[in-house]
């Protein structure tokens, strides 16, 4: 038996077309290896450049709707991807995680999970989050860790040369996919 672990799809990921696209050398490393090349990206006009401009639009789509890979198929329009999206979190993120954790009531858990989506990169802080859900803050452990279990979120262990401080101090929360996260603060539309 093996468990293959997949996130969501990285930007990189979301702007490649094609294998051979994927095995060519990015234009970084196209420069590093030859800084003599003009690259308009590296020359100080980024946007005269048609495929930094596509990267932008690309980047745009993917704050805007996350990496979920049935989302990227170009030919599935934006009211598609909102109704995807909102699908999920109804059936996957507050039905099944619920039952994974034998959550008695709804609302507290979904409470909880607007209340992460917010605190994305911030320092988690388990006794706010209790508070604002209106749980226990083992509770809030609880919620968090089902989150993390079922790959909504990512706990970014802090580092210290001491490993006593590593242990006791607490993580940085990250929504693992942006869409997802969106969605949960109720954001549609545009990114602005």
């Not at 990285?10 to 003599?36: M, Y």
């Not at 989506?117 to 919620?143: C, D, E, H, W």
Request: proline share 6%; with cysteine; net charge neutral.
């Amino acid at each position: 038996i093996a468990i293959f672990e997949i996130s969501p799809l990285t930007l990189p990921e979301l702007g490649t077309r094609s294998w051979d696209e994927a095995i060519k050398p990015s234009r970084f490393q196209t420069w590093v290896e030859d800084p003599d090349k003009d690259l308009a990206v590296f020359n100080g006009i980024p946007l005269s450049d048609k495929a930094y401009c596509g990267n932008i639009l690309e980047f745009e789509k993917y704050l805007q709707y996350g990496g979920m890979p049935s989302l990227s198929d170009p030919n599935v329009d934006d009211r598609e991807k909102d109704d995807w999206l909102d699908d999920y979190i109804s059936t996957y993120l507050q039905r099944d995680v619920r039952d994974i954790g034998n959550i008695k009531e709804l609302e507290p858990f979904v409470t909880a999970q607007k209340i992460a989506a917010s605190l994305t990169g911030q320092i988690l802080n388990y006794n706010s989050v209790a508070k604002l859900a209106g749980v226990s803050p083992k509770t809030a452990m609880r919620f968090i860790s089902y989150l993390n279990i079922s790959y909504q979120v990512f706990l970014l262990k802090p580092w210290f040369r001491n490993t006593n401080k590593r242990l006791s101090k607490s993580p940085k929360l990250h929504f693992v996919d942006p869409g997802i996260q969106r969605r949960l603060l109720s954001r549609k539309g545009d990114l602005t």
